[in-house]
C-alpha cells in the first residue's frame, strides 16, 4: 500500500478517533489527533488563567508553545498531557480557542507538516477541506446527538467524572454549533467525503466499512 493519507471529520463524539486508531494500526501507519492539539492549546491558556478573549496574549502565548503529536500522544512543551485535556472544562472551552485565526494558521500548518511525506490518518473538523484536501480517501463520521452525548457520558464515567447526560448533550450541542457557524475551515462535510452514519453501527463495522473502500483500490 503506497502514499495513504486519510482524513475522517466529523461532531464530537462520532467516533472518529477510536476508529482512526484502530485503521492506523491495521494499516500500519501514523495517527495524528487534530482535537488534541487545540485541546492542548487551550489547557495551556487555562492554566495561565488567559482570557480568551485577549488575542494579543493568545498570539504571544502561541509563538512560545510547542505541541506535537507523536506515538498516540500528545506533547504541550515537551510533556504529555493526554489525560489532562480530556476533562470537561478542556471540552467547553476548546471550540472557543479553535475558532481564533492565529491558533488555526499555527496549529493547521503544523498538521501539514507533520502529514508531509507520510502515511497517515487524520481525524479532527477540517482535515478534508483545510488540512489534507488532496486525500484519496475522506470520511465523515456523524451520528445522532444522543448517542454522541452517550458515548462521551460513559467515557467521562469511566473517568469517574460526575455529569449528568442532559448536560453533556447539550455542551456537545453548544461545541457543534460553534465549530460549524465559525468563520474559518468550520465543520463541514467534503464535497468529495463518505459520509457514516455511526448511530447503530459498532465499531467494527464502521472500521470494516472504511477499509473495504480503502482495500478496493491499492
Ligand atoms: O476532536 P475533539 O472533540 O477532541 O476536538 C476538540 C475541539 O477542537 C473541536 O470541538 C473543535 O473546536 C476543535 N478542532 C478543530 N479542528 C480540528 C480538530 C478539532 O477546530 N481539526
Redesign the pocket.
Known sequence: MKNISIAIDGP?GAG??TIAKIIAKKLNIDYI????M??AFTLKLIKNNIDLEDFKTISSVLNDTSIDFSDNHIYLDGLVVDDEIRNNQI?NK??IV?KIKEV?ERLVQLQKDIAKNKDIIM?????GTS?LPNSKYKFFLNASVEERALRRFNELKANSDTVELETIKKEIEK?DE??KTREI?P?IKSHDAIEIDTTNKSIDDVVDTILSIIKKDN
Open positions: 464530537a472518529k478517533s489527533d487534530t482535537g488534541a487545540y485541546r471540552s476548546v471550540s479553535a488555526r481525524d479532527g473538523r477540517d482535515i488540512v461545541r460553534i465549530d475551515s465543520l
